[in-house]
């Protein structure tokens, strides 16, 4: 780790000079530009097919770049993205309630706590509207109001109805608007798909990103692939505390690996714990589900005064009920940003006030709404999302309230990128949740999504060419570079499979995610992420000794995925231990308990801290390099939602 009395290194962001609102467009004016006869003479890797990734591969192919699209899954309608739920966010203010590119610019600073870039999510709201517009033009359902106009509603961290959705499938419906452009370009052969290919590499040529190896998940067989450039489009890092939101799939190797040849990893201790979550019923579960924030625009979320009150909900009258978020934030009550109403649930619980069978629960109750509007109204706006809590619980929302707890969800971490998504190794782009930019300590709900499609629709098709216009093509896997690569992925295979001790991979995940939740979860202490490191270590030396993989190299085999995954899992739980303990405040999803207000809430260490930690790992150590973030149109001040 980076001694306090080191050199710190300082980042450029490549931010363009200028106005706020103005930046962007003249960027794009300035930028590099590729002849359209001469962008068929490059090829562009995109690794991962979600949002961003499908969305970025479309969006090149349709502008002439030949594209190589890879993902683990047999197609990119199994991406991660399908799984969101709740909306996307745009600046559109049908509603004439107030709302604006700035105020959408200024509630995702904010709700970030003042830890991301103002440049990057200026743009990110300008970009917002068009975003809608192209999913529109793609036949994307969203929800409508009767005359036949888009219908939004309001989510957390704001006061205005901004959140467009399709019932409570806006991920699925997005992802295959995405996906039916990607497959457009892909029948016109300029995106040529790899399925199953898992990707374990980058490839440097001369300090630039090359191409990629991967593994090909059905046969085990290694693959080279040269490119121009390299986009990772891979998604979050949630699966590294093993129960989160996130599919069972989803994992950080890609990252990882990029980081391994030098791509900074930024803010790693970042982490979104969402408050809406069906609880842990079982130690066998294997992930978490998620509910949608978008329920609580009509339920209330509460529990009992009374401490260890086992009586049903419905026997507890309603001045015994504690309606904790409406009495703490009277402005923003249930509405609060995800980390102010996760940490408030878990207050609850641990005064002993949690419900249901473990404790570990708080009641989101939509009988007002009911007796309000109906429930024809209720079912019309929620339906799908009460018949999946019904499913996995057994109990009908519509009778009783609905028992929630926080669980792993998103990750504001990720690889380091500048202004124009580049990493800080040359022609490695990053996108989505696989970069650290837009969403500084705390992501606001329905802004994934928004950030996904803005990255692969709207950014990287500009800042990609600035990029390629100063590159010669490239196409040699014969290069001594990718040889090399091979040669590493194969020893590492190896040593894997020759391990041959007494524990699963499974066994030591769970292991791992206990240790993350623990004490690298919803709250930190200089002693708990101290502890977690000495734990965290003896997990990975465990790993490397005493770790048992069936099977071999030269097939499928899926422990053998899950052990690479694991390995790069635990290495990232190393570093975003030191990233916690290193970032001596409060802010966000980030919670050292050491330092909040007398009303526990975050406590902000501006002249210290206001900066991108990004992390560089040389060997087995990790060195801080820093990004001043400035703050020149807003005011840093304390975060509240009362």
């Not at 579960?285 to 329920?295: G, N």
């Not at 625009?297 to 419905?314: A, L």
């Not at 030269?554 to 739980?573: Q, S, T, V, Y």
């Amino acid at each position: 780790m980076q001694k306090d009395n080191e050199k710190k290194l300082h980042l450029k962001s490549q931010v363009p000079p200028g106005e706020l609102s103005s930046k962007w467009t003249s960027h794009k004016f300035n930028m590099k530009l590729v002849n359209p006869s001469n962008k068929r003479k490059y090829t562009v890797i995109v690794v991962g097919t979600g949002l961003a990734g499908a969305s970025a591969a479309a969006t090149m192919a349709e502008l002439g770049y030949n594209v190589l699209a890879f993902s683990y899954h047999e197609s990119p309608r199994r991406a991660h993205s399908i799984a969101a739920q709740g909306g996307i966010n745009a600046a559109k203010n049908y509603q004439n309630d107030g709302d604006s590119v700035h105020r959408l610019f200024y509630d995702t600073i904010k709700g970030g706590d003042y830890r991301s870039r103002e440049a990057n999510v200026y743009r990110l709201a300008e970009l917002s509207g068009n975003i809608i517009d192209q999913c529109v033009a793609q036949g994307v359902p969203f929800a409508r109001e009767y005359g036949g106009h888009l219908d939004n509603r309001s989510f957390g961290g704001a006061q205005v109805s901004r959140t467009f959705y399709a019932r409570g499938q806006t991920g699925q419906q997005l992802l295959l608007g995405a996906y039916s452009a990607l497959v457009r370009q892909m029948h016109l052969k300029k995106v040529k798909f790899f399925p199953r290919h898992e990707m374990l590499d980058v490839v440097k040529v001369d300090g630039h990103a090359k191409g990629i190896v991967t593994r090909e998940l059905t046969t085990g067989k290694i693959k080279t692939h040269a490119a121009d450039s390299v986009v990772l489009a891979t998604g979050g890092y949630g699966n590294v505390f093993y129960l989160s939101t996130n599919a069972m799939a989803s994992n950080v190797t890609a990252s990882w690996r990029a980081h391994k040849q030098g791509a900074y990893f930024a803010n790693p201790c970042f982490t979104q714990i969402h408050p809406t979550c069906i609880p842990v019923s079982s130690g066998h579960q294997s992930k978490l589900t998620l509910m949608s924030e978008s329920l609580r625009n009509d339920g209330r979320v509460w529990v009992p005064k009374k401490e260890n009150d086992n009586r049903r909900p419905s026997q507890i009258p309603e001045n015994e009920r504690d309606y904790y978020l409406e009495r703490i934030y009277p402005s923003f009550g249930n509405l609060v940003p995800r980390d102010v109403a996760s940490r408030r649930a878990k207050e609850m619980c641990d005064a002993g006030k949690g419900v249901g069978k473990t404790g570990l629960a708080v009641y989101l109750d939509f009988q007002d709404a009911i007796e309000r509007e109906g429930e024809k109204w209720v079912s019309e706006k929620y339906g799908n999302l009460f018949d999946m809590y019904k499913q996995i619980t057994g109990d009908n929302p519509y009778k009783t309230p609905m028992r929630i707890y926080p669980a792993v969800h998103y990750t504001m971490g990720g690889l380091w990128v500048d202004y124009n998504l580049m990493s800080s190794v040359p022609g490695l782009h990053v996108l989505g949740e696989a970069n650290f930019s837009d969403h500084g300590s705390n992501r606001l709900g329905a802004s994934a999504l928004m950030q996904g499609l803005a990255d692969g629709y709207f950014v990287i098709p500009y800042t990609i060419g600035n990029y390629l216009a100063t590159q010669k093509p490239f196409n040699d896997t014969n290069h001594k570079a990718f040889s090399d690569s091979v040669n590493k992925i194969k020893n590492n295979i190896s040593k894997l499979l020759d391990t041959q001790g007494e524990k699963t991979v499974e066994e030591i995940h769970k292991e791992l995610g206990k240790v993350m939740w623990d004490y690298v979860g919803m709250s930190r202490s200089k002693e708990g992420l101290e502890k977690a490191l000495k734990l965290i270590r003896k997990i990975k030396n465990d790993f490397n000794t005493n770790v048992k993989i069936p099977g071999s190299n030269k097939e499928f085999n899926p422990e053998l995925e899950k052990a690479g995954r694991l390995a790069d899992f635990i290495e990232l739980g190393e570093l975003m231990a030191i990233d916690a303990l290193n970032r001596e405040e409060s802010c966000g999803g980030h919670f050292r308990e050491e330092h909040q207000t007398e009303e526990n809430e975050a406590k902000r260490n501006d002249d210290d801290y206001a900066y991108v930690a990004a992390w560089e790992k040389i060997n087995n150590e990790f060195k801080l390099h820093k990004e001043n973030l400035n703050f020149e149109n807003v005011e840093l001040t304390t975060r509240s939602y009362k």
